[in-house]
């Protein structure tokens, strides 16, 4: 956990060190970490990637990204330059076991000088084909092995873990022949992101939401991950992906899980983790064909004009093949049948190409049982409590109250937190958080194995029978609108679904 004690002394070794991941994320989070004074006294990088840079090269490289990033170039210029001291660069073809000797001299050369450093942090920001290649060679160059007691080798590993359960098993048993449990941290940037992690505080720091908690007084609730941007330049990993692997195997699922486990007996890792796994062993699974079309619908974005802006239709995107059937979004229903949620729906989406970028889980209330007051909201988004996870991140909760006046008119208010009300405005990146829990030994916000392979046994079977539709029932919807009329034909029940937010102007979906 984030406390004020940098982490032991270590050096951290990046794959896909000139990756857009490495460039965006991983630098702009170290840099952000050393401001704030809380990377190891000795610490260094070592990116490793096919392109060639030499130390220096690799360095200013790295300034630009990160300037970029910065308003205030000139107030980081000192600190940055101070950073940069400490990035590393080896280049070679890491899909050759005999180039790793390169690696495998510039750490014996550069752990000496960390000081009583026997610890090594691999960071996977790669393709992931290269998941099962790299630990290998790392192996076969005895560099997964720690010298001393007190040394340790540890990897993170991007997402996607996997892109079906066998495959998830597959590395999961590689790795965990290379390295053990505790040093593999697996890892879903979305736990890292601050609001996420506020789940956890609002549920239970506060007496007031968990006798609310559970299915006597939550009718259903919505977990949305909306993007503006389309595929962009990822193209080839994402038509081999689509969105259910993308966003909801992952990202969305692990939300549900935060919202909906048991309290934990304390905040130990293990702890959260054991809560967290009931939730994923509670998910109710599709079990026939006709389950899944009935509770999943899956859509593609398609051109058009906007503004007069010619916008490009998924199958128009570089890499994309232009009969591809690969989704761009998804809405399911489902449900966790535990003695909390039974029979309450969970409604999930996520799809690229919408209007905005917008994260929000929805949790709506229970309407009274009986309407006193002409004109009082029924239904159950009345009461409704709104936990914004990005952008403009925020908590609003919904609710009735009677006009000033001589009558009883009932006006829906809301009560509302920003974030950035408060004195601390910038949120850190989740990969900040992520980055020092690993240094730190910290999985709380790492998934575990198990959790992920019940999250792909749950996601499984829907993928199976899409592939075996391929184009049929496949929906579309104009690039920037709000996904197909479909993913109303989900909300029969209950009723007040329709009028969730995210859904508010649908487009026709056209079956093909
Ligand atoms: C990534 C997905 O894991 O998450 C991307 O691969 C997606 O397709 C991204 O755009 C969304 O993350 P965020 O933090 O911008 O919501």
Sequence with gaps: MLNNTPPANQLLVIFGASGDL???KLYPSLFKLYQRGLLPESFAVIGVSRTVYTDVLFRSHIQQQILNLEQDKAEVSTQLNQFLQQLYYVHFDTHKEEEYAQLRKRVDELLPTLGDTDRILYYLATPPLMYEIIPTCLKAHQLTTAQSDAGWRRIIVEKPFGSDLASAIKLGDLLQTIFSEPNIYRIDHYLGKETVQNMLVLRFSNGIF???WNRNYIDFVEISAAEMLGVEERGKYYDSAGALRDMIQNHLLQLMAFVTMEAPANFEAES???EVDKVFMSIRPYTTPKQIDQSVVRAQYTEQTLDGTQLKGYRQEEYIAKDSTTETFVAMKLYIDNWRWSDVPFFIRTGKCLPEKKSEITI??????????AGQCSGSSCNKLTIRIQPDESISLKFGLKLPGLGYEVKQVSMDFKYNSLQETTLPDAYERLLIDAMEGDPTLYPRSSTLQTSWRFIDPILCHWNEKGAEGLCFYPARTN????Q?????????FKNADFADTPQKCDIT
Excluded: Y
């Excluded at 709506?364 to 007051?373: A, E």
């Excluded at 109303?488 to 007040?496: A, K, N, Q, T, V």
């Design 22 to 24: 490495a460039e965006r």
């Design 210 to 212: 968990e006798p609310l």
């Design 272 to 274: 959260i983790r054991n």
């Design 364 to 373: 709506h209330f229970k309407s009274t049982p009986v309407q006193l007051f």
């Design 483 to 486: 996904g197909p009329e479909e």
């Design 488 to 496: 109303l034909l989900l909300l029969h029940e209950p009723l007040s």
